[in-house]
């Protein structure tokens, strides 16, 4: 595992146990999913409407943000499992 890999995980486990993030490691990919589309769909509420820029350029930069931690970890996992000496075989 790389010291990038270790401190994302220590970042992770450190917002877990400050109360910041109560849920596990292994669910952050699917919660961050969960987490995009519904802010997609508030997105796609605030462009039908001419008012409330403010708010759906905070959308838009958040969902942007919520992407790249998607990225980053799908790329740490597919590390993770090239680094595996012994991958399972399913």
């Known amino acids: 595992m790389s010291s990038e890999e270790k ?3 220590k970042a992770r486990k450190s917002l877990t146990d ?3 993030v109560e849920i596990a490691l292994d ?6 999913k969960e987490v995009c589309h ?3 769909g508030r997105l796609g509420e605030l462009l039908e ?5 403010e708010e759906r350029e905070c959308v838009a930069r958040s969902v942007g ?3 790249r931690l998607e990225n ?5 996992g597919r590390s993770s499992k090239s680094d ?7």
């Open 18 to 20: 400050a109360g910041l």
């Open 84 to 90: 595996d000496p012994n991958p399972s075989t399913s």
């Open 27 to 32: 669910q952050f990919p699917e919660r961050i």
């Open 7 to 9: 401190n994302i995980q």
């Open 38 to 40: 519904v802010a997609m």
């Open 72 to 76: 980053k970890l799908e790329a740490t």
């Open 65 to 67: 943000t919520l992407k």
């Open 49 to 53: 409407r001419k008012n409330d820029i």
